[in-house]
C-alpha cells in the first residue's frame, strides 16, 4: 500500500491503509521505527483485513512536527486518538508492541479513545516500566544537550546497532541490518526530526503518575490480548500477570523462542492471536 498523509493538529502524519474488510487493525510501532517494517514478516497473513499503519513522530517519522508539539507519552496518545478520529476508524483493534503508550489513550479517555473496540498488549512497555532499563540511557541522553545526536552518530556503527544490550536483543532471529539503518536515518539526516525524537524520549512520566495511569486500564471492557515474550529483556513476563489482573476481558498468553519484536521471531503465532481477537470484535 502507498503511503498516505492525515493533518493533525501538530503536524501531518503518513500512514499506510491495506483496505479491506471487518474492524480495522491498528498496528503501533516501536522507538524509532516504522510499523511498515517492524510488522512486515506479520502483514501477508494478515490479508483481506483493514491494517492501518501510521508512523507516529518518535524519530523513524521523515515529516517534523510543529515545534512545541506535546510528544510526552501522553501528548503520543493524543495523537493516536486524534489519528482514528480523523481517519474515522471505529471499532478499531488497537495493537501495541515495544512502545506502550498507546494505553494512555484509553487510560486518560482521550479524544478517539471510544473508537478502540479490542486492545492488544504485545511485549510493551506497562506499569512503571517507561522506557524500559536498557532505554534508560536514551532518556538521560534526550535531554542533554547535544545527546540525541550523539546516541544518533553511535547508531551509524553496526556493531552498537546489533547489540545485544541494545537493539540486537529486541530480536532471537535478529532485525535485517537494513531495516534497523532504516530506523535510525531520519533522525540521522534532519534535526527536526532529531528534535522530535529527543522531546519524545525525555517525555516519560514519573513513577508514580505512571502506576496510576495503569490501574485504569480496568475501565478498558473490550477484548484484550495480552502477549509477552519469554526471552524478552525489555518487558518482564510478570507485567503480563499483571495486565491480565487488571483488564476484565483479557487473554494472556507467554510465547516461546521470542524477544521484544515478536513479529520477528513469532510471526505465524503472533498473526493467529491477533486474527482471534479481530474474531472476537466482529
Known sequence: ATMAHVELSSGTIE????????PAIVLLHGVPMT???QWAPVLPRLAGHRVVMPILPMGGHRLPM???????????????????????????????????????????????HERVAGLALVACEAFDNFPPAPAK????LA?????????????????????RFGYGGMSLRGVPDEVLRGWFEPAQQDSE??????????????????????TRLANFTGPALIAGAKQDSMMPLDHGRRLGEL??????VEVDDSST??????????????????DEVA
Open 247 to 252: 483488564l476484565p476481558q483479557a487473554r494472556r
Open 137 to 140: 540511557p536514551l532518556e538521560v
Open 193 to 214: 526530526i532529531r528534535r522530535d525524537f529527543a522531546a519524545f524520549a525525555a517525555g516519560a512520566p514519573d513513577r508514580s503518575t505512571l502506576l496510576d495511569a495503569a
Open 66 to 112: 510543529r515545534p512545541g508539539t506535546d510528544l510526552t507519552q501522553f501528548g503520543m496518545a493524543g495523537l493516536v486518538g486524534e489519528l482514528l478520529v480523523a481517519l474515522d476508524l471505529d471499532g478499531v483493534v488497537l495493537v501495541l508492541n515495544d512502545w506502550g503508550g498507546g494505553q494512555f489513550l484509553l487510560t486518560e479517555q482521550l479524544p478517539g
Open 261 to 278: 519484536l515478536m513479529a520477528f521471531d513469532q510471526p505465524e503465532i503472533l498473526a493467529d492471536m491477533l486474527l482471534g481477537l479481530v
Open 35 to 37: 510499523p511498515q517494517t
Open 15 to 22: 500512514y499506510t491503509d491495506t483496505g479491506g474488510t471487518g
Open 143 to 163: 535531554r542533554a544537550p547535544g545527546g540525541m545526536w550523539l546516541f544518533l552518530q553511535a547508531m551509524r556503527l553496526g556493531a552498537l546497532r546489533h547489540a
